[in-house]
T-cell receptor
Framework: DVKVTQSSRYLVKRTGEKVFLECVQD?????MFWYRQDPGLGLRLIYFSYDVKMKEKGDIPEGYSVSREKKERFSLILESASTNQTSMYLC??????????????FGPGTRLTVL | AQSVTQPDIHITVSEGASLELRCNYS??????LFWYVQSPGQGLQLLLK??????LVQGIKGFEAEFKRSQSSFNLRKPSVHWSDAAEYFC???????????FGKGTTLSVSS
């Protein structure tokens, strides 16, 4: 069974803080993704990574950065959190990068509130 | 640019009744299409996907979807809904590079007894 875990289910931070969201997958998947989920907007891709130390911008990368030092771990970083980054953050992984070739497996999400 | 539209924000269906969730896409070629479900407090789970071939696709949990190129639609159906089907449903299409998914805004399904 593929398992994607996220370090926190709920997180509350203050404006201006540096925030780290961690994601770990246990299936040796090549690709990992960070999405943001907001009511009425669905899921939007922030960044993805197709290999260790490799990253690509998604649709809404502004205000975020990522780090992938090990294959199983993909971190989303908010350098200076702002209230408009209050959201649900979902991590996903897949073996094949081509969407057509493989299913993306999602973690349970981290609900981040920035005060 | 690719896009996905789910016209219904919220649908309520009686338990045992049939269900159809609508999805329309915009894509230049034959798209790869997906339906995901998100149960309360859970991550997204793939229900089914369409790549090519038979336009009627069977998925998990008794769901099916039909690809209709002429209508640019990929509607999700289930003949008899169970209370456990209450969740949020997302339709998705691959992005132009084929490396990620573009999601619709979701349809919330409520099941009444």
């Amino acid at each position: 069974d593929v398992k994607v875990t996220q370090s926190s289910r709920y997180l509350v931070k203050r404006t201006g803080e540096k925030v780290f969201l961690e994601c770990v997958q246990d299936m040796d998947h090549e690709n990992m993704f960070w999405y943001r989920q907001d009511p009425g907007l669905g899921l939007r891709l922030i960044y993805f990574s197709y290999d260790v130390k490799m990253k690509e911008k998604g649709d809404i990368p502004e205000g975020y950065s990522v780090s992938r030092e090990k294959k199983e771990r993909f971190s989303l970083i908010l350098e200076s959190a702002s209230t408009n980054q209050t959201s649900m953050y979902l991590c996903a992984s897949s073996f094949e990068l081509a969407v057509a070739a493989d299913t993306q497996y999602f973690g349970p999400g981290t609900r981040l509130t920035v005060l | 640019a690719q896009s996905v539209t789910q016209p219904d924000i919220h649908i309520t269906v009686s338990e045992g009744a049939s269900l159809e969730l609508r999805c329309n896409y915009s894509y230049g070629a034959t798209p790869y299409l997906f339906w995901y479900v998100q149960s309360p407090g859970q991550g997204l789970q793939l229900l089914l996907k369409y790549f090519s071939g038979d336009t009627l696709v069977q998925g998990i949990k008794g769901f099916e979807a039909e690809f209709k190129r002429s209508q640019s639609s990929f509607n999700l159906r289930k003949p008899s809904v169970h209370w456990s089907d209450a969740a949020e449903y997302f339709c998705a299409v691959e992005n132009q590079a084929g490396t990620a998914l573009i999601f619709g805004k979701g349809t919330t399904l409520s099941v009444s007894s």
